[in-house]
C-alpha cells in the first residue's frame, strides 16, 4: 500500500483539509451563480444587449477562477499537487488569466453603467466587443510573463495550487509587480471610483438611487486587496517569516470573489435577476429590457 504523501510545512492535517473544504465551497457557490448568469445571458433573447455581455463576459471569467479553485482543492484533499512542475506552471497562469480579466471586467461595468447613467449614449455592440477581446488579451499578456521568465509561478503556501512566486522578492518580482498592479489593479479601481461617484452624483441629483454605488468598488478591494497588500510587503520585506497559513488566507479570500461578483452584478440587477427568473420558471416580470440597473 503506498504511503500517504507528508502534509505541507506548516500545516496539520485538519488544516489543509479546511483549506480544501473552503476553496471547494467557494468553487462550488461561485460556478453555480456564474453558470446561472451564463446560461441565462444565453437562453433568454431580452438580456443580449451590449451592457449585458459584460456581465456574461464577467461570469466567464469568474468561471474560470472557479475551475481553477476546484483543482486547488482536489489536490489539497489529496494533501499534494500531483499534476508535476508544467501543470503547476499551466495552474498559475489559468488562474492569473482568469483573474486578471475578472478584475478588468469589473471596470469595464462600471464604464458601461457610467455610460447609462451619467451620458445617456450606451456602449454598441462594436465597443462591447472590441473591448473585451483587449480585456482578454491584455490579462494573457501580464499572465504569460512568468512563463517567459518575467516574475515566476510557484506553488502557494499549501503546496497544492499554484501562483505568482512572491517569496523571493528579487529585482525581477520587483519590476513585474509594479505595472502588473499598477495596470490591472490600480487602473481599474480608479475607473470603477470615478464612475461610481459619477453615478452617484447623478443619482442625489435627480433623487432616484437605482443601486448602491459603493458596493462595488468594495467588494473588488475586499477580495482582492489583502492579496495585492501581501505581494506588495514581498516586495519590500521577507514573508517567510509570516506563517504559511496566514499567507494562505489573501487567495483564500481572493476565491469568494466570483460568488460576490455573481450577488452584485447578476442576481443584483433587477432586469438580469428577471431574465433569471424567467429561464428558471418561463414566467416573465414586467419588461424584459435590461439596462444593467441594481437593487
Not at 139 to 159: H, I, K, N, Q, V
Not at 199 to 218: S, Y
Request: with cysteine.
Amino acid at each position: 500500500m503506498a504511503a500517504s504523501p507528508p502534509l505541507p510545512e506548516g500545516f496539520t492535517e485538519l488544516e489543509v483539509l479546511g483549506f480544501g473544504t473552503v476553496m471547494m465551497a467557494e468553487a462550488l457557490l461561485g460556478f453555480c451563480l456564474n453558470g446561472l448568469t451564463i446560461v441565462s445571458f444565453y437562453k433568454i433573447k431580452e438580456l443580449r444587449t451590449p451592457g449585458n455581455f459584460l456581465v456574461f463576459n464577467l461570469a466567464l471569467s469568474d468561471c474560470g477562477i472557479c475551475i481553477n479553485a476546484f483543482i486547488a482543492a482536489f489536490s489539497s484533499f489529496l494533501r499534494h499537487w500531483p499534476y508535476g512542475s508544467d501543470g503547476c506552471q499551466m495552474h498559475g497562469f489559468h488562474g492569473f488569466l482568469m483573474s486578471l480579466t475578472s478584475m478588468s471586467s469589473a471596470a469595464a461595468v462600471a464604464w458601461d453603467r457610467y455610460h447609462h447613467y451619467c451620458s445617456r449614449s450606451k456602449l454598441q455592440w462594436s465597443s462591447v466587443i472590441s473591448m473585451t477581446i483587449f480585456l482578454w488579451l491584455f490579462a494573457a499578456f501580464w499572465s504569460a510573463m512568468p512563463l517567459l521568465g518575467w516574475g515566476e509561478y510557484d506553488y502557494e503556501p499549501l503546496r497544492t495550487c499554484c501562483t505568482l512566486d512572491y517569496t523571493k522578492g528579487d529585482r525581477n518580482f520587483v519590476t513585474y509587480l509594479i505595472p502588473l498592479a499598477f495596470f490591472n489593479f490600480v487602473i481599474p479601481v480608479f475607473i470603477m471610483l470615478t464612475a461610481y461617484q459619477s453615478i452617484d452624483h447623478k443619482f442625489k441629483k435627480t433623487g432616484q438611487h437605482r443601486f448602491n454605488t459603493g458596493l462595488p468598488v468594495k467588494s473588488l478591494v475586499i477580495c482582492w486587496g489583502p492579496y495585492s497588500v501581501l505581494c506588495f510587503y514581498a516586495a519590500v520585506e521577507n514573508v517567510m517569516f509570516i506563517s504559511p497559513k496566514i499567507r494562505m488566507i489573501p487567495a483564500v479570500i481572493a476565491k469568494m470573489s466570483p460568488a460576490v461578483n455573481a450577488l452584485i452584478y447578476a442576481l443584483g440587477n433587477e432586469n438580469y435577476r428577471g431574465g433569471i427568473w424567467q429561464f428558471l420558471t418561463g414566467q416573465k416580470i414586467d419588461k424584459a429590457e435590461v439596462d444593467n440597473k441594481t437593487k
